[in-house]
């Protein structure tokens, strides 16, 4: 079973006045933990109860700490195989740019552009440092003033004018022309430059001059998230929260439960996807109604990276050609099922597991689908299922499905975002990228799962070559149906197929299961 790190939390508070209790890691990723916080390795070592003191003292970091070998980087690293096509001018800047691109390298990049912007002279002081363009902030002893959004309603989401100047501010050093510098980037999803250029300095220690009217002890997180129905643009804010846990990792507590997230809106919070929250806070999701009408300081804020920056991850990501499998992706994906307690289950035989993701929708259906079900079914070698991941199976279960998947198949469309979530050997097939060639192609580079796509244009039809939609001149191949050949179809799918066999951690995997006839933990 997945362990559960800090049995031994009583003793870890002694030494960092912290509760570790909430903190919980996959086992993979225990040790990266302890190398970042030697402290708790040595409780561990010294504590007879302590079931970790195997993985204690091995030399492993996660990529963007000072001292870190690449031998002893994160387990999962980049491969370039491929041509980088006049990117650079070496194999070695091809493997630098896309570790820099898409990999801990981007956390690196991040903690060294960080720069102080309110500075501390004394205990209880304010504090502010943001990384370059405002990407990503962090902060202590930090008054937020939402008295302004008295009288505004509720339809407030993606405006810049969420504050006024001096409605933010704390007590400190106050180097206001580096914050004006790096604030460039004003859009709402880009930076924190829309709120952060209304920062002022204090004339009191908000706190101790009690202009507060709540103060936040609990760490809190702020943010500004994308589209929340559609599972592509939403995952762009999961996985830069996951992001900023690292460039925030300055303390064990960074990796707890126990904290506060804020969405910069005042629509109370939904979404099909919101249990991948639990993977990062045990308690209520907040919006700005928590607060509309006071002033609340927090003693401990961070902004995280936004879902929609300059050169960003992940959406619209630019990466150099012939690289992937990101070692930041593969952590991420760990981090969102081990939170979610998401397993993968018992096999009884060596079958590939085929999964068809069926669109609901009104555009983009494979229109001669249930021919294409009818001869996957016919193939003895797979274990074919055909699903639609809507409202009636809730996400956590969908995520069971495609974790025990080992071909996932679908048109374009938000739904391959699952591919994420796929064991490592798996290979996606995007039946048909609706002149859309790189989005979900770059999403499985990052993944680093194999994909596979539709070859012979020859062999589908367009129903409407046109192409449908509100506009008719600006038709696009999204806004139509597709029916494809049955006999090719299923050539593509075995491509795939081929794949995950000649993988061993696919054969290591199903040895395993076969001789311990239980659940395995990957």
Partial sequence: MWLKLFSFCFVATTVLSIDLKDVELPPEHIPYFFNAFPKLAKDCEQNPECPYKAVVGKKVCWGYERDCNVSNSYHVRPQCPGDHRGWVQTKDAQYDTFYTQADFGYVKEQIEDSMVMCEASFQGDSSLECSKYLRFCRGRNIMLNFTGLVGRGDNLRYKTDILARGQIGGYCNFYKDRLLKESEHRSALQSWAPELINFVQTPEKPIAAGVCDVTIDKPTYIMKIDATVNMYHHFCDFFNLYASLHVNSTHPSTFSKDNNILIWETFTYYSAFQDAFKAFTKNPIWDLKEFRGKVVCFKNVVFPLLPRMIFGLYYNTPLIYGCDRSGL???????????????????????????????????????????????????????????????????????????????????????????????????????YNCKDPNCYFDLARLRGVKYVTWENKDKMIQHDHKGLGPDPEKAHAKFTNYSFDVKEFVRLVAKCAKHVRNRRDFRNFIDAANLKGQHIEL
């Avoid at 969102?336 to 555009?363: A, C, E, M, W, Y």
């Avoid at 996932?408 to 097939?429: C, K, R, T, Y």
Wanted: charged share 20%.
């Fill in 329 to 431: 992706f593969h952590a991420f994906s760990k981090h969102i099922l081990h939170g979610l307690n998401v397993k993968p289950q018992l096999r009884t035989n060596d079958k590939i597991r085929v999964t068809l993701l069926s669109r609901g929708t009104t555009f983009r259906a494979i229109t001669n689908e249930n021919e294409i079900v009818e001869a996957l079914l016919k193939e003895k070698s797979y274990h074919f299922q055909r699903v639609v991941y809507d409202k009636n199976i809730p996400f956590i279960k969908q995520l069971e499905i495609t974790h025990n998947t080992d071909v996932f198949i679908g048109m374009h469309g938000a739904g391959l975002s699952h591919l994420l979530f796929l064991p490592d050997w798996a290979a996606v097939f995007e039946v």
